[in-house]
C-alpha cells in the first residue's frame, strides 16, 4: 500500500471515530437535559430501528421528534465539524467541496451504524420466531397463527373431504378489515369447500366478482363464530360435526 | 427428504430452461456462470409461466411432464451446440478487476457477512412462517391454489382481481405440481431466490465501474431496507417486479455499454416479464422505451435505420409477451383492466399537497428505507460526476420518471384513495419498491472510486 493510500485510509478512520464520538456526545448531552441515564438512550437507540412485519415501516419519535429528522440534524450537524478536516483535501473526481463532501461520509457512517442496530434486532426478532416455531410441523404453525379459521377449517374438510359449495354463516361482521381477514383465512383453508364472496372487497369495488355463476346449489353449511348456531341450520341441513360451542358443519339432506 | 429433493427439481427445471435460453441469446459472446444463472432464473420463471397459459388455451391440463420438461427438452439441443461454440465463461464468481488491490480485505468481509446474515433470515423466515398476510392469501397463494387443483387457470374470471397478471401464481402452481400437495411454507421460496439472483445482477452491474468493496456496498444498500427484506420473505409479487423492472433497466444500460444485441433483446423479455408480474409492469413500459429513446439518440454510431431496427428489436418481444396474456383475458371473457378511470379535472389539484406529503412521509420520514433516501439525495451533490458518466444521468433520469409516472397516477386516477386516508402509505412503500435498487446504484456511482477505464471516460 502506497504512502498516500496509507495516509488517506488513516484520515478515513479519524473520520469515522470523529463521527461516533459526536453521536456519543449528542447522546450525552441529550441524557443530561432529559434527566435520564445514557444506558437508557442507548436502549432506546437500540429499539428505534427495527419493524419486522408491516408495508409501512413507522420510526419511533426522539422527545416528540420523528428520529429520521433528527439523524438529519445529527448529519448536518457533525458535518460542520468534518468540514475543516477535509479542507484542502485533493480528489480527482471533483471540486472539494469539504462541507457538502463530509455531509456525505458522515451520512454513510451513521447509515452503517443505523444498520448494525438493524442487525442486531434482526437477529434477535430470528432468534425469538425460531424458539416460538421449534419443533413445530406447518400444521401447528398455522393453528398458532390462525387459531380457529385454520383448525376449524381443517376439521371441516376431515368430516367433509373433497369439492363443495357451502353458505358462511357467521357473526362477523365482514365488511371490517378484520372480519375481511378472518373470511379470506377461513376460505383459504376450507378450500375446495367453497365459499369465497368477499363482502368488503365487494363494497370497495362494486365490479368485485368472486363467485362461480354456475356453480351448483349450496351443499353445505359452514356456520363459524356465531351464537347458538343450531338454530342457523335449517330443516333441510343436517349437523354432521360440531367444533366448540359456536362452530359447526352442517350438509343438505 | 422428498420435499427436498421435488422442491430442487422444481427449482432446477426453470433455471435449466433459463441457462439454456441465455446460452442461445448469448451465442456469440460470453456470460459469467453467476450473471448466467441470475438471469436464468428469472427468464425461466418467465417462460414456464407463460407455457402454462398457452396449455390452458390448448386446454392441456398442468403436470409436469406437460409444463416443465416439454421446454426443457426443446432448449436442450441448441443450448448444447451454443455452448460448444462459445463455452461457459470464467468459474471465478469474483473476478479481480484492475482497481481491486486487496479484493478480500476486512470491509469486503464484513460486506459479506451482512449480506449473507440477511439472506440467511430472509431463507429462514421464508421457509418457515406459512402464508398468513393479506395479499399473499388472497392475491396469490388461493388462486395458485385453485389452479393447481384444477390444472388449469380456466377459473381466473371468478377469482379476486382476475385482470391481474399471474406470473408468480403460476409459478407457485408449478412448484405445487413438482411437490404434489399444497405446503404453506415452501411455495414461499420461489421469493428468496429472486432477491439473491438480483442481488448478483446488482452486483455484477456495479462491478462495471468500481471495486469489490462498494460493488458489495450496493448489494448490502439493498439489505439496508427493513421493507425490502420483508418483502423477500414472503409471497407478494412486488419483490419480483423490483427483479424485473431493474434487470431490464441495468441491461438496456450494458446494452448502450458493449454495443452487443443479445443485452437488448434479454432486456426487452425482462420488460414483457415485468408486464406479466404485476399490472404496474405495463406502466413501467412507457420509462423502458423512453430510455431507449435517450440512449439511440445519444448514439453517434449508429446509423437511422440500426437505430429504427434495434427500436423494434426491443418493442417486439416484450410487447409480444404483454399482449400474449392481454389477448388470452380476451379471449376468456375476463376483465381486462380494473380501476382503470382517470379524471383529468383541475379539481384533482388539490390532491398535490396530500400526495406530496405522502411521498415525503414515506422516503424520509419513515422506516421502511433507513436513510437511503436522504443519502441519495446528499450524493446529488457530485454534480462532476453526475456529468462525466452517462450511466448516473440515465438512473436519475429513470428515477425522476418513476416518481414522475407514480405522481400522475395518483393525481389522475382512483388509486389517489390508496394514499389519502391516514396510515395508508403502505401502498405507495410498495409502488417505490418497484425501483428503489435504482436508488442505491446511484449512491454507489455518486461515491465511489471509479476504475481507472470510467475515470478517464
Known amino acids: 500500500m502506497s504512502h498516500l493510500d496509507r495516509s488517506k485510509r488513516n484520515q478515513n478512520f479519524f473520520e469515522v471515530l470523529c463521527v461516533i464520538s459526536s453521536i456519543l456526545v449528542f447522546l450525552i448531552i441529550f441524557a443530561i437535559i432529559k434527566r435520564i441515564s445514557l444506558k437508557h438512550v442507548l436502549t432506546e437507540c437500540l429499539n428505534a430501528f427495527y419493524s419486522y412485519r408491516h408495508n409501512l415501516i413507522f420510526v419511533d419519535t426522539f422527545a416528540g421528534i420523528n428520529v429520521n429528522l433528527l439523524i438529519l440534524f445529527l448529519i448536518i450537524t457533525i458535518s460542520f465539524l468534518l468540514a475543516p478536516l477535509r479542507k484542502g483535501r485533493k480528489n480527482e473526481d471533483f471540486k472539494p467541496t469539504p462541507g457538502l463532501t463530509a455531509s456525505c461520509f458522515t451520512a454513510l457512517t451513521i447509515l452503517s451504524i443505523l444498520a448494525f442496530i438493524q442487525t442486531v434486532n434482526f437477529t434477535r426478532y430470528l432468534y425469538s420466531q425460531s424458539q416460538a416455531v421449534r419443533n413445530k410441523t406447518t400444521d401447528e404453525k398455522k393453528a398458532l397463527i390462525f387459531g380457529d379459521s385454520y383448525t376449524f377449517a381443517r376439521f371441516c374438510k376431515k368430516r367433509l373431504p373433497g369439492r363443495h359449495n357451502a353458505l358462511l354463516i357467521t357473526d362477523i361482521d365482514l365488511h371490517t378489515t378484520t372480519g375481511a381477514n378472518t373470511h379470506i383465512a377461513l376460505a383459504y383453508h376450507l378450500f375446495p369447500i367453497t365459499i369465497q364472496y368477499n363482502p368488503r372487497q365487494r363494497l370497495i369495488m362494486p365490479d368485485y366478482v368472486w363467485d362461480d355463476p354456475s356453480a351448483s346449489p349450496i351443499e353445505a353449511l359452514v356456520v363459524f363464530q356465531k351464537k347458538n348456531p343450531e338454530a342457523s341450520v335449517p330443516g333441510n341441513f343436517n349437523i354432521i360435526g360440531r367444533f366448540g360451542s359456536e362452530n359447526l358443519l352442517a350438509v343438505r339432506k | ?457
Open chain 2, 1 to 457: 427428504m422428498s420435499t427436498v429433493f421435488n422442491t430442487s427439481i422444481a427449482m432446477f427445471i426453470p433455471l435449466g430452461i433459463g441457462l439454456s435460453l441465455i446460452l442461445i441469446i448469448f451465442r456469440k459472446s460470453r456470460l459469467g456462470p453467476s450473471l448466467s444463472l441470475a438471469l436464468a432464473y428469472g427468464l425461466g420463471l418467465g417462460v414456464l409461466t407463460l407455457w402454462m397459459v398457452f396449455l390452458t388455451i390448448v386446454d392441456i391440463p398442468f403436470t409436469v411432464m406437460t409444463t416443465g420438461l416439454p421446454i426443457l427438452a426443446a432448449m436442450f439441443t441448441p443450448a448444447y451446440i451454443c455452448r460448444k461454440k462459445t463455452g461457459l465463461g470464467t468459474l471465478l464468481f469474483i473476478k479481480q478487476m484492475p482497481n481491486d488491490k486487496r479484493p478480500l480485505d476486512l470491509i469486503v468481509l464484513l460486506l459479506l457477512a451482512y449480506v449473507t446474515f440477511y439472506m440467511m433470515y430472509v431463507f429462514w423466515t421464508a421457509l418457515n412462517i406459512p402464508v398468513h398476510v393479506w395479499d399473499e392469501i388472497e392475491r396469490v397463494a388461493f388462486k395458485a391454489k385453485i389452479f393447481y387443483t384444477q390444472r388449469s387457470i380456466m377459473q381466473l374470471k371468478y377469482l379476486p382481481h382476475p385482470s391481474y397478471p399471474v406470473l408468480i401464481e403460476l409459478a407457485v402452481t408449478w412448484l405445487t405440481l413438482n411437490l404434489q400437495s399444497w405446503n404453506d411454507q415452501v411455495i414461499k421460496i420461489i421469493i428468496p431466490f429472486f432477491f439473491l439472483f438480483y442481488s448478483i445482477i446488482h452486483f455484477s452491474f456495479l462491478k462495471n465501474f468500481t471495486n469489490t468493496r462498494w460493488a458489495l456496498g450496493g448489494v448490502a444498500l439493498l439489505a439496508v431496507s427493513p421493507l425490502l427484506i420483508h418483502h423477500a420473505t414472503m409471497l407478494y409479487v412486488d419483490l419480483p417486479l423490483m427483479f424485473y423492472n431493474c434487470s431490464a433497466i441495468i441491461l438496456l444500460l450494458i446494452w448502450d455499454m458493449r454495443k452487443e444485441d443479445s443485452y437488448l433483446f434479454l432486456a426487452s423479455l425482462f420488460a414483457g416479464l415485468a408486464s406479466f408480474t404485476k399490472v404496474e409492469g405495463a406502466f413501467y413500459f412507457i420509462i423502458y422505451f423512453i430510455l431507449l429513446i435517450f440512449l439511440l439518440s445519444d448514439n453517434t454510431t449508429y446509423p437511422l435505420k440500426k437505430k429504427v431496427r434495434s427500436f423494434v428489436k426491443f418493442a417486439i418481444p416484450c410487447l409480444t409477451i404483454f399482449l400474449f396474456f392481454f389477448l388470452y383475458k380476451a379471449h376468456a371473457e375476463i376483465t381486462l383492466v380494473e380501476r382503470a378511470g382517470y379524471d383529468f379535472s383541475l379539481e384533482n389539484l388539490n390532491r398535490l399537497p396530500v400526495i406530496i406529503e405522502a411521498f415525503i412521509r414515506n422516503l424520509f420520514l419513515s422506516g421502511n428505507w433507513s436513510i437511503v433516501w436522504l443519502i441519495l439525495i446528499l450524493s446529488i451533490v457530485h454534480i462532476e460526476r453526475i456529468i462525466k458518466i452517462k450511466q448516473v444521468r440515465l438512473l436519475l433520469l429513470c428515477l425522476l420518471l418513476y416518481f414522475g409516472i407514480l405522481f400522475v397516477i395518483f393525481l389522475m386516477t382512483p388509486i389517489y384513495y390508496w394514499i389519502s386516508y391516514d396510515k395508508a402509505y403502505g401502498v405507495l412503500a410498495r409502488l417505490i419498491l418497484h425501483f428503489y435498487p435504482i436508488s442505491a446504484l446511484l449512491i454507489i456511482l455518486l461515491n465511489c472510486p471509479l476504475s481507472a477505464k470510467n475515470a478517464t471516460s
